[in-house]
């Protein structure tokens, strides 16, 4: 079984364009990989050696299959995928502004989008010695916020997902990830939150995960979590009712 990323390695990457996916990108690129960076806005990248902008919207979850596809077809070599993009809508469903198409969004982007690349790229991943898949979480999907029910709800599936994944591809050699961040400063959470780490702080934190073929990336605050809900889960509810 070969560490991941140990090699240059082909990788597809939502979200590139902001905040932790920028920073996963930038460390990527500069680490010799090639790599896919998929969002609305990627013709908007600067270019670089290595780097593949996709523009696409995940949210219409028809056209993942087909666009999986394409990019099997240009990138035969893709054996990393990471599930970065996400969106919050931090509004309780009691705020007007509060509309139906955050909610489509958020459990699109957030939940199905994700579970389609990954079956849409299964049976190539799994065809490779060297196959990664990486789905970000959040210390949300344990202990939900109050103004963010659905954001948190897409966390926690996402996270049931994620285990429910690694058992169906055990034995097989893929390795499947679950970070677990904490707050990142990053655009989601601008003018929120204290102690946030930077984004780049968490890029070389998820990306050492996975060379050390950790299941669970647990970084920063968000490593007290299992301890928290095992011990305290009333504490930890009142920690991130408010995050
Ligand atoms: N920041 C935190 O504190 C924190 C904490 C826990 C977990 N996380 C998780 O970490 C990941 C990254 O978060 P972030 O804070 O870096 O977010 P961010 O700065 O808001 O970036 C979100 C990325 O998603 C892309 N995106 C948005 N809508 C899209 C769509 N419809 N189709 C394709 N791409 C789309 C955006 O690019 P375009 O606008 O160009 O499409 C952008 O690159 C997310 O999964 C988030 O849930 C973040």
Same mark, same amino acid.
């Given at each position: 079984?070969?560490?991941?990323?140990?090699?240059?390695?082909?990788?597809?990457?939502?979200?590139?364009?902001?905040?932790?996916?920028?920073?996963?990108?930038?460390?990527?690129?500069?680490?010799?990989?090639?790599?896919?960076?998929?969002?609305?806005?990627?013709?908007?990248?600067?270019?670089?050696?290595?780097?593949?902008?996709?523009?696409?919207?995940?949210?219409?979850?028809?056209?993942?299959?087909?666009?999986?596809?394409?990019?099997?077809?240009?990138?035969?070599?893709?054996?990393?995928?990471?599930?970065?993009?996400?969106?919050?809508?931090?509004?309780?469903?009691?705020?007007?502004?509060?509309?139906?198409?955050?909610?489509? $969004?958020?459990?699109?982007?957030?939940? %199905?989008?994700?579970?389609? /690349?990954? !079956? &849409?790229?299964? #049976?190539? @991943?799994? +065809? =490779?010695?060297?196959?990664?898949?990486?789905?970000?979480?959040?210390?949300?999907?344990?202990?939900?916020?109050?103004?963010?029910?659905?954001?948190?709800?897409?966390?926690?599936?996402?996270?049931?997902?994620?285990?429910?994944?690694?058992?169906?591809?055990?034995?097989?050699?893929?390795?499947?990830?679950?970070?677990?961040?904490?707050?990142?400063?990053?655009?989601?959470?601008?003018?929120?939150?204290?102690?946030?780490?930077?984004?780049?702080?968490?890029?070389?934190?998820?990306?050492?995960?996975?060379?050390?073929?950790? $299941?669970?990336?647990?970084?920063?605050? %968000?490593?007290?979590?299992? /301890?928290? !809900? &095992?011990?305290? #889960?009333? @504490?930890? +509810? =009142?920690?991130?009712?408010?995050?």
């Amino acid at each position: 079984m070969s560490r991941p990323l140990s090699r240059p390695a082909t990788v597809l990457l939502t979200g590139a364009t902001s905040g932790i996916g920028a920073a996963l990108l930038d460390r990527l690129l500069d680490q010799g990989h090639a790599v896919l960076a998929l969002s609305r806005h990627a013709a908007h990248l600067p270019a670089r050696a290595g780097l593949h902008p996709v523009t696409a919207d995940l949210t219409d979850l028809a056209a993942i299959p087909g666009l999986a596809a394409g990019l099997l077809a240009a990138h035969p070599g893709l054996s990393v995928l990471i599930n970065n993009a996400a969106v919050q809508h931090a509004r309780p469903l009691t705020d007007p502004a509060s509309q139906p198409r955050h909610l489509i $969004e958020e459990s699109a982007l957030n939940l %199905a989008a994700p579970a389609l /690349l990954v !079956q &849409a790229l299964l #049976p190539h @991943l799994l +065809r =490779r010695p060297d196959g990664v898949v990486v789905n970000l979480s959040s210390g949300l999907a344990t202990f939900p916020k109050e103004a963010g029910g659905l954001y948190s709800a897409t966390k926690a599936g996402l996270s049931s997902f994620t285990t429910a994944l690694r058992w169906q591809v055990e034995g097989s050699g893929l390795l499947v990830s679950e970070v677990v961040l904490p707050l990142v400063d990053t655009p989601m959470t601008a003018g929120r939150g204290r102690g946030k780490i930077a984004p780049e702080l968490a890029a070389a934190a998820i990306l050492r995960g996975v060379e050390a073929r950790r $299941e669970t990336i647990r970084i920063g605050a %968000a490593r007290a979590l299992p /301890l928290l !809900q &095992a011990v305290a #889960p009333w @504490l930890g +509810r =009142r920690l991130l009712r408010g995050n």
